[in-house]
């Protein structure tokens, strides 16, 4: 029963955010927005990309649409469990989130796990290439067709390039053995990394300074932006920081068929442009920052071992297999394809 009352509750929150403020005025006779957009993501810190991404989302809305449309914005303060906000959006709570591929595979769209295999992009400009392609293009498709329009990929966004950090450093898969890392809980994720010879552990990620802190695991993986703001290079075992270059991240934009499609034909032109400047902005400022962020964990004492130096095809001799046999299980392989030959443009 409480569930049914929370779900009739979110819908009728989701419709007055559409239609409540048409008639209304403000205080100068100016008419209110006609349309106003919850959106939802999991970073508290107003430095992170999704924050400055969400607010060029906001001004953008508001300018193609002269003022008739609004967002409302939670940087984190809906909570900074992925699974939650997706859950928030499916029930109509909120209308845009962004969440790794992971937790569409807990939806039963395996194929989306695709963008979670290790080493799959070379560099940013690969990663690019693949996703606004041809390759991005049928994800979406398969996504809204999977779960029946229930999500909608509104873009790919990025939080950077993931690496290692923990309490040694690491130059190849052999360093790793024994070691326990906090990792995502993908299974392609935690498949490479026990084949590296670590041990995955699951570890929220708002709990992981403390987990770090505490020796609770020894090592994490995470993209320099990220693990500076939550200050987790200032701990014993965040010390020493390794250029895998593992994963150029894929996020996804999302929204739901159901609330994309109550809106009017003009309302939808204005959300997809503003969906489009915002994903364009999360790239600018994770490119920007990612120098920077390394920069600064620098100088606060953390010790980095360059990519140069790090045994990379040691690492990739661990993760095409993997990819491999994840294309053959899912009938991938031609996508597997796709991206490889863009790598080689």
Sequence with gaps: MKQILTFFLAAAVAAFSLTG??????????????????????????????????????????EVSGGRATATLHHGTLGENESELVEKLEMGAIHLTVASPGF????????????????????????????????????????????????????YWTSSVRDYYGKKPVTSPADLKGMTIRTQSTPVVQQFFKECGAIPTSVAWGELYQALSQGVVDSAENDYTSFRLKEHHKTD???????????????????????????????????????????EEDRKVTYEMFEESKEKVIQDGAEVTDFDDMDIDAFKAIAIPIQDAFAAENQMETYLEMIRAEGKK
Excluded at 32 to 61: C, D, G, M, R
Excluded at 124 to 131: L, M
Aim: aromatic share 12%; proline share 2%.
């Design 104 to 155: 569409m595979t807990l939806l039963g769209v395996k194929e989306i796990d695709m963008f979670s295999l290790l080493y799959l992009f070379d560099s940013f400009e690969h990663w690019e290439a693949s996703v606004d392609g041809q390759f991005g293009q049928e994800m979406r498709e398969l996504l809204a067709e999977k779960t029946n329009d229930r999500f909608r990929v509104m873009g």
């Design 237 to 279: 075992n965040g010390h020493f920081i390794s250029e895998t270059h593992h994963d150029y991240t894929t996020r996804l934009f999302l929204t739901t068929g159901q609330f994309y499609h109550a809106l009017t034909e003009e309302q939808r032109g204005w959300f997809d442009e503003a969906c489009r400047i915002a994903t």
């Design 21 to 62: 403020c048409a008639s209304s005025s403000s205080e100068d006779g100016a008419p209110k927005p006609e349309l106003n957009i919850i959106v939802a993501h999991n970073q508290t810190s107003l430095e992170n990309p999704y924050t400055k991404a969400a607010i060029k989302f906001k001004e953008a809305l508001e």
